[in-house]
């Protein structure tokens, strides 16, 4: 029993560090730090020289000299433990390699990526991307299905690595941002690649609301950054229908999260972890348009860019509109619209939680089926 829970705690102590904390071995057996790779996009893979996978090797070469200018790493760890298919030295390996595909990424010291000696590395990659499931519309996904349940009905309920040539895609700053079996098509991998390389749109993928953060107050060099972000919005003739409130005042957020606290304990009651009323934000930034309307498509492109300046520094941001609610009806709350001094004619539309994240919510799914392209005929 304590070695168990010995062992359920290294593991839980390696999947709370971050990849950059983490070191392997290199194909001489010296040890490499990843913290090498930070600003890197890092794609992870177990391979094998003897698997009906291997020709993979051909689309990963291909992948990483297309890429590699622009910033992609391919980090190659040869695995034994699938089939026996990885066999000899780490040396002999890497001559058949370079010798079949010639290729120019990095190969590291063979590893183990399940099981009692499995490498800290894929740990955390499996603590962080779990096994999704193959897909059984594809003849080779469905094979790979049956042959596993096979040896274990359950198989698809564990984070395991199932076989040779799984993939994980790493962003610049850390994060294991998506886990591909190894019937995934590499042209899916590339447009993730794609994605990730470039720093705008890997900030746009990467982005989720965020409802836990830690307490620890923005800086305000962060904050006007984040904020000469959003008032370079675009805006209708220039008109810049908005009036920008950025809270660092630590005793409004209190104050006014005592009298909801007052109104609704039962809510309150609720979430043990309740420390105020905007998602227990230390900061947050307060959004005000025209009273009569008008400024509410030029605020939302003004609080677009505020949200992805955020994530792309590593904070966090949720938009909120209960508080809103409670602050614009109860007169107790008065004095908070009051402290913000709202020009003649605004209203409070939105306000935006930011912080330090202390989460990693997943992201939800989107249906792209709502979108049509109209082509020529």
Same mark, same amino acid.
């Given at each position: 029993m304590t070695i168990c829970l010995l062992a359920i705690a290294g593991m839980l102590s390696i999947s709370a560090q971050g990849i950059y904390d983490i070191k392997v071995k290199?194909?001489?057996?010296? #040890?490499?730090?990843?913290?090498?790779?930070?600003?890197?996009?890092? *794609?992870?893979?177990?391979?094998?020289? =003897?698997? @009906? +996978?291997?020709?993979?090797?051909?689309?990963?070469?291909?992948?990483?000299?297309?890429?590699?200018?622009?910033?992609?790493?391919?980090?190659?760890?040869?695995?034994?433990?699938?089939?026996?298919?990885?066999?000899?030295?780490?040396?002999?390996?890497?001559?058949?390699?370079?010798?079949?595909?010639?290729?120019?990424?990095?190969?590291? #010291?063979?590893?183990?990526?399940?099981?009692?000696?499995?490498?800290? *590395?894929?740990?955390?990659?499996?603590? =962080?991307? @779990? +096994?999704?499931?193959?897909?059984?519309?594809?003849?080779?996904?469905?094979?790979?299905?049956?042959?596993?349940?096979?040896?274990?009905?359950?198989?698809?309920?564990?984070?395991?690595?199932?076989?040779?040539?799984?993939?994980?895609?790493?962003?610049?700053?850390?994060?294991?941002?998506?886990?591909y079996e190894p019937t995934e098509s590499i042209s899916n991998i590339e447009d993730d690649i794609r994605m990730e390389l470039n720093p705008v749109i890997s900030a746009i993928m990467a982005r989720r609301s965020v409802r836990k953060y830690l307490d620890t107050p923005v800086e305000h060099e962060k904050l006007e950054t984040i904020v000469r972000c959003g008032i370079n919005a675009p805006s209708g003739m220039n008109a810049q229908p908005w009036a920008v409130r950025v809270i660092e005042n630590q005793k409004l957020i209190a104050d006014v999260t005592e009298v909801f606290k007052a109104k609704n304990p039962n809510m309150v009651n609720r979430d043990p972890n309740f420390k105020n009323m905007f998602r227990n934000a230390p900061n947050i930034i307060c959004i005000c348009t025209p009273a009569k309307g008008g400024g509410e498509l030029d605020a939302g492109l003004l609080g677009e860019n505020m949200i992805l300046a955020a994530q792309s520094m590593g904070l966090g941001t949720c938009c909120l509109g209960g508080p809103v609610r409670f602050i614009n009806t109860e007169p107790e709350a008065k004095f908070f619209l009051d402290s913000l001094e709202i020009p003649e004619g605004y209203q409070l539309n939105y306000i935006i939680a930011i912080g330090y994240p202390d989460e990693q919510p997943e992201a939800k799914p989107r249906d792209a089926s709502k979108v049509k392209y109209i082509v020529h005929d």
């Open positions: 290199n194909d001489v057996g010296q #040890d490499v730090s990843l913290a090498d790779y930070k600003g890197k996009v890092l *794609l992870i893979v177990n391979t094998a020289t =003897r698997c @009906g +996978f291997t020709p993979q090797y051909k689309e990963l070469e291909a992948l990483y000299g297309k890429y590699r200018s622009e910033g992609l790493e391919i980090l190659d760890f040869p695995c034994n433990q699938f089939g026996e298919q990885a066999p000899g030295t780490i040396q002999e390996i890497h001559q058949f390699c370079t010798a079949n595909f010639d290729i120019q990424f990095q190969q590291f #010291d063979k590893i183990d990526v399940n099981g009692a000696n499995e490498s800290p *590395l894929y740990t955390f990659l499996k603590a =962080r991307k @779990g +096994f999704a499931g193959f897909d059984l519309n594809n003849q080779t996904g469905k094979f790979m299905d049956d042959m596993l349940r096979k040896k274990d009905v359950s198989y698809d309920k564990k984070p395991d690595i199932k076989w040779n040539f799984t993939k994980f895609l790493v962003s610049r700053d850390g994060r294991v941002v998506k886990r």
